[in-house]
């Protein structure tokens, strides 16, 4: 069970403002399309590399908070991954891979 525009649009929506220069792929299930009616919505999130370690956690809180809010809101989790692109790409993982390979862009 795919997640639906409108959910994706919310999402979408929700990271324009707390998150407006990040990169958002979903990933997972929802994005090969093989989800469930109980599967998450697992997104990366990709913050601005130029980022001190005090804006960085700050961000990902407020990023955080925002789509626990929006989770519930949607009845479904939210399973945000927040990371710089120099961490995420320094990880040469299947994971990685993984979501390169199925993520879709938000």
Known sequence: MKITDTVRN??????QIVAPDANVLLYGSQARGDAHSDSDIDLLILLPDNLSPGEFIRRK????????????????????LILVPKVFFARRTPFTANVLHDGIAI
């Open 10 to 15: 919310k999402i979408k929506s929700c990271l």
């Open 61 to 80: 809180s407020d990023i955080s908070g925002h789509l626990y809010d929006l989770s519930l809101e949607i009845e479904k989790e939210i399973s945000p």
